[in-house]
């Protein structure tokens, strides 16, 4: 392990997969508990305060987007005290594995859950099924979920290509439909971006009373990248927890993407295919007025080009 190991968490990025691995072990060994599930998960418990963050996620995830290379619960430890259950897998399994189902039913039948005052699952895209999945094993949870998937079972979900070697996994069995397991849920909450029309259909599944649908328009495909980069979770998350998520707290949360280059981009790209030109107009002179943007700039120079030399 590297660095200081009394600060949690731990900067784990320069360690090799072998040593990032045992170091997880270690660390969930000292702080809670380490649980092997298989050959293709795990989990890491981190006890500190009394709301436990149960989030699913990949491994490949948490090195591609981490800059400590540590589970989002770990952050959550260190910034609010929160108690950690890291599921990870080591590739996108959607957790559909017997030893991941046993792992929740030893919890349930434990009384685990119970030692908290405040229970979240989190998961983004796969992890996000597996965390609406897995939430019916803590009636009266809080959930939030970004893209999810509902099921892959093709006989609901046909028309969703972009997995379809994953059908041949068993999504009717126990755990199985995301969106009717949230049914033990306090609130749920599923965040998407309209414009992607495959997200935006199967969080048109997840339509039930106690769930909450948020729209992310032009955050694109990759929703938990991006409120990474705008460090938008910490504070989604702890307002879930405390129940303060509704749509205007949202709102002021995404007004953050106003300064997100990625989000601009798309939006002006959507302005020009549509042609409105007024409002691509405005639009860059917004962003070059509040930061250093050539490509705005650019297109700035070519609408007001037009303008001169149509006289509008």
Request: with cysteine; net charge negative; glycine share 6%.
């Amino acid at each position: 392990m590297t660095g200081d190991e009394s600060v949690f968490p731990p900067n784990l990025s320069r360690l090799s997969r072998a040593d990032w691995l045992a170091a997880l072990k270690r660390i969930g060994e000292q702080n809670g508990f380490t649980e092997p599930l298989g050959r293709a998960h795990a989990a890491v418990f981190v006890e500190r305060g009394d709301t436990l963050l149960v989030s699913f996620e990949s491994t490949p995830g948490i090195e591609a987007l981490s800059e400590t290379r540590t589970p989002l619960g770990f952050e959550m430890v260190r910034q609010h005290n929160w108690s950690s259950l890291s599921v990870l897998c080591h590739s996108d399994t959607w957790f559909r594995d017997p030893r991941v189902y046993e792992f929740f039913d030893h919890l349930l039948d434990d009384g685990f859950f119970d030692e908290f005052d405040c229970v979240l699952f989190y998961g983004a895209g796969p992890c996000g099924y597996a965390a609406g999945a897995y939430s019916v094993a803590s009636p009266g949870a809080r959930v939030l979920l970004l893209q999810p998937q509902a099921t892959l079972d093709p006989r609901l979900t046909e028309w969703d290509d972009r997995f379809a070697d994953q059908r041949r996994r068993d999504f009717t069995s126990r755990y199985g439909f995301a969106p009717e397991m949230l049914d033990a849920a306090l609130r749920a909450h599923v965040v998407y971006d309209p414009r992607e029309p495959l997200d935006a259909m199967h969080a048109a599944l997840f339509h039930r009373p106690g769930v909450t649908r948020f729209r992310a328009p032009f955050m694109g495909g990759a929703l938990q990248a991006e409120f990474m980069a705008l460090d938008l979770l910490p504070a989604m998350l702890k307002a879930v927890a405390e129940d303060r998520l509704d749509r205007q707290g949202f709102a002021t949360i995404l007004r953050a993407r106003r300064d997100h280059p990625p989000y601009l981009r798309r939006l002006l790209a959507q302005l020009d295919a549509d042609g409105r030109t007024h409002l691509a107009t405005m639009l860059c002179r917004n962003v070059v007025s509040r930061m250093h943007a050539p490509r705005f700039r650019r297109r700035l120079a070519q609408l007001e080009a037009v303008e001169d030399d149509t006289g509008t």
